[in-house]
């Protein structure tokens, strides 16, 4: 599609399309497990979610990628087109296959994701600086490592150096190599697992939420630390400040995209000129909501990402 005008939020990082089955409990090593209602979601990959949920909140949002020409391509463009996001920048190559995922969802309704190799392997400097440049009217710049992690932060660079953007990058999945410096991330965003690896933790730790993302913070010389805690709430530090958001309760349905679309209500708040801890705060109500909707680029009644009418209708019904 074409560019739709001045863009406030620029996504870089993969699609996929993500093929999702319903499990009873993770498998063991070596164990064949049964798998029920195996299908195709409307699910992408990081880059495509975070955009959509964006758009459907009616942030404009300009995505930057790599995909095949193929049909899984084509629906990462319809998803992303629909919701109202230029993909004027979601490059097309043919000598590339767009990614694929697989998402396996326990009774409990918690996800596990196996991702596939991202088309954004092939995504240039060059493309990404182009992109930038053509977008640099934007406030805010979202990345993270759906895609290979130097390509995301490459971008982060940029945007942050050249343009003044704020930056969020959502180090998901952990690379296997060290990150170096990340003083141009404005935020890194991640989950209290991921964030105790880095912090060569347990997983069962009980080291308190401040000493970790201070610690993040410090290893890392980033402004900000966002850790999203599952249905513990979130906790954050921006510069000197540190607080945490507690969880809404809810009944959880669907847990998938819930990461990615708190991120991108995260960058709307931003956007619409709130607080970072506002944007948290709001964020978290909208992840809250998201889970008790199924799916997450569906366009069903109901279900996915919602819209931002809707959002303050359920924090509305909460207060």
């Not at 990614?99 to 392997?121: F, K, P, R, V």
């Not at 993270?144 to 050249?162: C, H, S, T, V």
Request: glycine letters at 10%; hydrophobic letters at 35%.
């Amino acid at each position: 599609m074409g560019k739709m005008g001045p863009i406030d939020v620029i996504v870089l990082n993969s699609h996929g399309v993500g093929q999702v089955c319903h499990i009873k409990r993770f498998p063991r090593r070596g164990e064949t497990l049964e798998a029920t209602n195996w299908h195709v979601e409307e699910d992408g990959g990081k880059g495509a979610t975070v955009s959509v949920a964006l758009g459907r909140l009616g942030v404009s949002t300009g995505y930057i990628g790599k995909v095949g020409y193929d049909p899984w391509g084509d629906m990462g463009d319809q998803w992303m087109s629909e919701s109202g996001v230029d993909t004027t920048y979601m490059y097309r190559d043919h000598s590339v296959s767009t990614g694929t995922g697989l998402i396996l969802i326990e009774e409990d309704s918690t996800n596990t994701i196996i991702d596939g190799d991202s088309a954004c392997q092939a995504l240039t400097l060059e493309e990404t600086k182009n992109a930038i440049e053509a977008m640099k009217e934007a406030k805010v710049f979202i990345t993270g490592f759906g895609m290979p992690f130097r390509k995301a932060l490459d971008g982060a660079k940029i945007a942050k150096q050249e343009y003044g953007m704020t930056t969020l990058c959502n180090v998901s999945p952990l690379p296997s190599e060290e990150m170096g410096e990340l003083d141009y991330l404005d935020y890194m965003v991640l989950n209290d697992v991921e964030a105790k690896m880095l912090c060569n933790l347990p997983e069962d730790s009980d080291q308190e939420n401040y000493e970790i993302v201070r610690t993040l913070q410090q290893k890392y010389h980033c402004k900000g630390v966002i850790m999203t805690c599952s249905s513990k709430g979130s906790a954050i530090i921006d510069g000197d400040e540190y607080w945490e958001v507690e969880a809404t309760p809810v009944k959880a349905v669907d847990t998938i995209g819930a990461g990615d679309g708190n991120l991108a209500a995260v960058a709307a708040n931003l956007v619409w000129g709130k607080s970072l801890r506002e944007s948290t705060e709001w964020a978290s109500k909208y992840a809250a909501y998201k889970v008790t909707r199924p799916g997450s680029m569906t366009k069903k009644p109901g279900c996915g990402y919602p819209n931002r009418e809707e959002v303050e209708r359920f924090i509305d019904s909460i207060k």
